[in-house]
């Protein structure tokens, strides 16, 4: 199963090397898109110099050489020395014939690696806010695509489940009672539980020692104490803590259609036990020293103001530890214990520095090799339409599945619009598939360390570069099919392409495996989001333009029907892997 551009790399090398010898064999043949042709070789350019021919003569030797017999209908130099190309429309259709029979249609299995991808990562008695949108939704694409092409992706939650406030959240869980109807505020309102038990805690700083308030922060920080030394009751209690929070990211991840599960959960208290050891091997080795009573690290090239060393704390000065500490643990788990060929962290880009500076600690403690490769997956911030950093009117972070809440309710405002007939639940199910869909594609259709101003109303239009636009082209596909009471996967007919609009959306079918091959290579949802807007655009041009159901000839129908079905693969696949529905109907 071969792209255009790959199955005709080997005949311009060949080329090449007859035309210039042997030693050009392997020569890039630099082949590029052309508004002129289907694609341009820029060869001769690179090649002249290396020669001491001018760059035309160069392009007309290598035309003598080119064996294109039933692959380029045209073959012609043009300007200093290009070389377009034009493509036999039989050829083409004998391509994507290929692709249609192959049940991936056109994506290569890659060889396995194991592959742990960190993303999502909120916080336990905390909601999560617009700034985990990201994270969540490019880590999940990314997760959803690494596995389609083959590999073993091990999805890790790196929740925020251990540390000081815990003793706060515990003695806040006792006072409340831990079946009243404030403890439910973790499940429905993380929040509100966390700031009460906050504002508990300073104002018992601030209070007479005296009364059960006052002395609300000492019992906090003495629970803290027993957490970190393993009491069992104070454990039970955290772990209820955590059980109530996981009932909450659930609902987020069953809302927003990711595929996080419980067992993907990779906490911080996952590494408390190797802390200690962790910082006694770094010190044993001399990579780690004591600074003003705090156990750190400093490592060359890592300067901050007036050059002084920038320190990477693994041991605070009070005995605790901190995020240092735990990503080193994660880093050597995943290498040590998870096998890892790659490591990916979903994570805000300003983590930049911090992840560098535990990847070279890694490296020279040796718990990082260099055949495994660690990436940061930057992301970017969400912006409102002052262009900062998405709030609400109180400046406070936005909550997500208030956001969520909103996205679908601007999606049923649409449907009901345009689609009143439809049955009431019909209507409820289309709308959360529109309303979610558009938020994520939003998300993805943008490169991921790149901010973006976020606009429901632009999102959840059924026209541009949207979701909704996406998931129409789909609904119209099944549209089709249902009129002629046909299953899409039932339709294989011989393709022939005797339009332009036909030929065009044939080209754009056989990129999708290349598409989504550099997704997994680049990490760039972004990527496979324009792939599936520029076919949904090649589709629609085709679609009014060429007739299906009231074609002609049988056989032209049958073929534009098995393009219909395959551009209906191509497109409900391609929008699984960035994590959206394909509705039924719109």
Partial sequence: ??????????????AIAAALGDDFREADPVLRPSQFADVQVNAALALAKKVGMPPREVAAKIVDALDLDGVCDSVEVSGPGFINLTFSSSWIAGLLQDVEADERSGVA??????????????????????????????GDSLARTLEHLGHHVIRQNHIGDWGTPFGMLIEHLLDVGRDSEEADLLVTDPNAFYQAARVKFDRADKAEPAGSEGDFNVRARTRVVKLQAGDPETLALWRELVDLSKIYFNKIYSTLGITLTDDDLAGESTYNEVLADLCA?????????????????????????????????????????????????????RVEDLKAHRVLYVIGAPQALHLNMVWDTARKAGWLPDDVVPVHVQIGN?????????????????????????????ARTVIDGTRPDLDETVRATIARQIGIGAVKYADLSVAHDSEYVFDLDRMVALTGNTGPYLQYVVARIRSIFRQIGLDPAAQHAPILLGEPHERALAMHLLGFGDVVAEVGDTYEPHRLAGYLFELAQAFSAFYENCPVLKAELDEVRESRLTLCALVFRVMTTGLDLLGLESPEQM
């Avoid at 605790?320 to 643990?329: C, E, K, Q, R, V």
């Avoid at 936005?398 to 909103?406: G, H, I, V």
């Fill in 382 to 410: 969400v912006l409102g339409d002052d262009r900062k950093i998405l709030k609400t009117r109180s400046g406070k972070p936005l909550r997500l599945m208030a956001l969520l809440d909103e996205a679908v309710e601007k």
């Fill in 109 to 138: 299995l890659q060889a396995t690696q194991n592959i742990p991808i960190d993303y999502s990562a909120p916080n336990v008695a905390k909601e999560m806010h617009v700034g985990h949108l990201r994270t969540t939704v490019v």
């Fill in 281 to 333: 091997e770094l010190e044993a080795k001399g990579i780690a020293t004591v600074s003003d009573g705090a156990l750190c690290v400093f490592l060359d090239g890592y300067t901050g103001r007036e050059g002084k060393p920038v320190p990477l704390i693994i041991r605070k000065s009070d005995g605790g530890y901190n995020y240092g500490t735990t990503d080193l643990a994660t880093i050597k788990h």
């Fill in 1 to 14: 199963m071969v792209s255009p551009l790959v199955a005709l790399t080997p005949k311009v090398q060949s």
